[in-house]
């Protein structure tokens, strides 16, 4: 299964200008009256991914926010405000491509619920449902005992875990190769801790006996089995709590984990991957098992996603172009042919540019820009979803689908969360994995019992902005105005920085006159320095040794004066920007030569 930074869950500012710094800040809201049983979400924090440096040299005034709204589907207008003025507002929209709201997996399936609980369906041997119990369910049933509400859910071969709220993470289930992450080899009918993870944890990824997770930060943690080295800690020896992937403690932005072995998207666009190699699932040329990360040779720069399948890989790039590598038994490479692939070759057939994409057991489905998915390879229990049992070389269309917004595959049933709320599955059925009561293999999307209309876990976010801060410390609030299933919510105050902004003097005319005309002029404009941004305003004196020429007032970032020069010779001029409550000053000099 894939999972990467989710960037969600956030009310984030993005400083954009010249005199804005924003501490790092968070702050979660419970809907007052919520429609829906329980509570839904709305948060506050900082978002930094286009700024470089300490946050104390961060400056702007204007400030780019996103309002993000945790439900299922929330409709609506958001609201930035400070005290009672209001600063600006926004439509929520849905957040494509959102992923961690639901899991398929190898013989059971998850869901995070809209007021942040989570219900699972399917086989139970080891308690991989989390209801306390190892009855298997032909329909979602409540995983008990969370500790909080979570964010993403990830299933594995018989073991589930779970991202909470505040970034810890919870696991149940089989737990003989340490795959739990709480330092036993004990099974768990309803969540642990695991032991051991930073406590901002962005991203998880459950495979058949191991676990991963990613940090805020990039780092990537492993746990579990460690037959092939899918662990990436150089060894094969198990760990029942995890452990660091070798040159993996930063720069990462997505992960991916299934049988035997591992991948991890850096923020390069490199593609790393290690463990079980027979079948060529790494894509280094070889098929020997890598105890480490080794990169994925042949992929373009550009890689936007990663997906882990049985024995093989795939990924996207940033044109929405698809590609697959491993092993090929049923045409799951999209390349036409059943031929094995030791390097990744490029998935044949997309007619529509790929946003997301899902590597089972024998099947690979990608979800289009237009909410279309596409699936191909083997089809036995209609994994493809084209209400055909007919294997396919090259992708075919899922019936009946134009508004999936994320996409889970991890074996051989598959399902998505469409635009609405509502959850539709497909394929194997033979452990009740798509939970719609029954056994019976479904080659069409099928809804779970209990997840239609606004009922699965699925944000809105809001861009909102403002210009009007000036220096000092402001309380900004972020509110929900609610609609028809949530009530009406706003975040606890949060303070935001405002600090003067740096500038520098650019020289635009100098145009020095015979000496004693009054014709010459010189133009300056004052920028703001880079992450700096907006339109410093206030005067700049000009002078040449200890004698002021004049002062100007900048109109639209630039002044001009006109001077009677001094005598004819070489002279240096100084401009100056006095700076004020928002700006820091600034100055440069020039040589002239006066005729």
């Known amino acids: 299964m894939t999972l990467g930074n989710d960037g969600l869950r956030v009310f984030s500012a993005l400083r954009r200008g010249s005199a804005v710094v924003a501490a790092a800040f968070a702050a979660t809201v419970t809907l007052v009256s919520p429609v829906l049983a329980g509570s839904e979400q709305a948060e506050l924090t900082s978002t930094r991914t286009d700024l470089k440096g300490p946050a104390s040299a961060r400056y702007s005034q ?38 961690g709201g639901v899991s398929a997996g190898f013989d059971h399936s998850c869901a995070v619920t809209g007021n942040g609980g989570a219900k699972c369906w399917g086989y139970n041997r080891y308690g991989e449902l989390g209801d306390g119990t190892t009855t298997n369910r032909t329909w979602p049933v409540a995983v008990q005992s969370l500790p909080s509400e979570i964010r993403a859910i990830e299933t594995g071969g018989g073991h589930t875990c779970a991202v909470a709220h505040g970034g810890d993470v919870y696991c149940w289930g089989g737990g003989g190769s340490g795959q739990l992450g709480d330092g036993t080899l004990e099974s768990s009918l309803v969540p642990v801790s695991v032991k051991g993870l930073p406590t901002d944890v962005a991203a998880i990824a459950a495979g058949q006996s191991h676990s991963c997770a990613l940090s805020k930060d990039g780092a990537v943690l492993c746990w579990g089995g460690n037959k092939y080295g899918q662990l990436g800690d150089g060894t094969t020896v198990n760990k029942r709590t995890p452990t ?39 894509g280094n040329g070889t098929t020997k098992d890598a105890l480490t990360p080794s990169a994925v040779d042949g992929l373009p720069p550009t890689i936007t996603a990663i997906a882990t399948g049985n024995s093989y890989t795939c990924a996207l790039d940033d044109n929405g172009g698809a590609y697959c590598w491993g092993y090929n038994g049923w045409g ?19 007619q529509s540019e790929i946003t997301a994409i899902a590597a089972g057991h024998i099947h690979t489905c990608a979800r289009t820009v237009a909410g279309g998915v596409r699936c191909w390879g083997g089809n036995g229990g209609g994994r493809l979803g084209d209400g055909t049992r007919i294997n396919r070389l090259l992708p075919v269309d899922v019936v009946g689908l134009s508004d999936a917004v994320s996409l889970s595959l991890i074996k051989d049933t598959t399902c998505v969360i469409r635009r609405n ?20 293999d479904r080659d069409t999307p099928t809804m779970p019992v209990g997840f239609g209309d606004r009922t699965a876990f699925l944000p809105s ?61 010189i133009t300056v404009k004052v920028d703001p320095v880079s992450p700096s941004r907006g339109m410093p305003i206030g005067d700049v004196k000009v002078k040449v040794g200890s004698t002021v020429l004049g002062t100007a007032g900048l109109t639209n970032g630039k002044a001009s004066l006109d001077w009677v020069w001094p005598a004819s010779g070489s002279h240096v001029v100084k401009a100056t920007f006095l700076g004020d409550g928002n700006w820091k000053k600034s100055s440069d000099a020039r040589t002239f030569q006066v005729e």
């Open 244 to 282: 660091t992937v070798q040159g993996l403690s930063s720069g990462v932005v997505a992960i991916s984990v299934n049988y035997e072995h591992s991948c991890a998207l850096a923020d390069s666009g490199l593609v790393l991957c290690w463990g079980g190699n027979g079948s060529g699932q790494l």
């Open 62 to 99: 204007r400030a780019k926010f996103t309002a993000t709204v945790y439900s299922s589907a929330p409709t609506g207008t958001a609201h930035l405000k400070e005290g009672a003025t209001l600063l600006d507002t926004g439509e929520l929209q849905i957040l494509e491509g959102f992923s």
């Open 461 to 521: 976010a809001a861009k909102l902005r403002t210009d009007d801060l000036p220096v000092g410390t402001h309380r900004l609030k972020a509110k929900f105005l609610g609609d028809d299933y949530n009530g009406a919510s706003r975040s606890s105050a949060v303070d935001f920085e405002v600090k003067k902004g740096f500038t520098k003097i650019k020289w635009i005319r100098a145009e020095p006159p015979v000496a004693g005309a009054v014709v010459g002029r």
């Open 332 to 350: 799951q490479l999209g390349d036409g042919t059943k031929t094995r692939r030791l390097r990744p070759v490029a998935v044949q057939g997309l």
């Open 421 to 440: 709320g509502a959850l539709a599955c497909w394929g194997r059925n033979d452990a009740s994995q798509i939970g719609d009561g029954s056994e019976i």
